[in-house]
């Protein structure tokens, strides 16, 4: 009989495997951007601003939605027509979509506006007064 070397993480490495397979999560960052749209956040001292690259929509196929200090996308890419013929790859998705990020801090939901420009959504997030910071003058006795 063949001793075999015990390893504490083994089984511990495969619960793992397996909880990644069930819930259909890699742990790769190989696999690329797993959700849609793809989007970049960042911020300045006033806005937060986020853009979601969105090519072959069109303003009517978009919602946005903002709530607190999150900001949801909703929107569908129509099928692409083609005159009968024989589909030969079809790489590119269609069918609705929603996401919802969450932003730092909240936004004051009523001077939220967007831009859409050459398939890129653009929306501009102005922060809320209340957690934007502010300068406290020390008064000296």
Same mark, same amino acid.
């Given at each position: 009989? @063949? *001793?075999t070397r015990w390893e504490p993480f083994?089984? #511990?490495? %495969? @619960?793992s495997r397996e909880m990644? &397979? @069930? $819930?259909? &999560? !890699?742990?790769s960052v190989a696999t690329g951007v797993s959700t849609f749209p793809a989007m970049n956040v960042w911020g300045d001292e006033d806005n937060l601003y986020a853009e979601a690259e #969105? +090519?072959?929509f069109s303003l009517d196929d978009l919602e946005i939605y903002v709530i607190a200090n999150q900001l949801t996308l909703k929107g569908e &890419? %129509? +099928?692409?027509?083609?005159?009968?013929?024989t589909w030969h790859r079809q790489e590119r998705g269609y069918?609705? $979509?929603s996401r919802t990020i969450e932003v730092p801090g909240d936004i004051d939901a009523d001077r939220v506006s967007a831009e859409?420009?050459?398939g890129v959504l %653009? /929306?501009? @997030?102005?922060? !809320?007064? *209340? /957690?934007?910071? %502010?300068r406290i003058d020390v008064k000296a006795n």
């Open positions: 009989m @063949l *001793a083994s089984e #511990l490495n %495969r @619960l990644d &397979r @069930l $819930f259909g &999560r !890699s742990g #969105l +090519p072959g &890419r %129509r +099928p692409p027509e083609h005159d009968g013929g069918g609705k $979509f859409f420009k050459n %653009r /929306v501009t @997030l102005p922060k !809320s007064e *209340a /957690v934007k910071p %502010r």
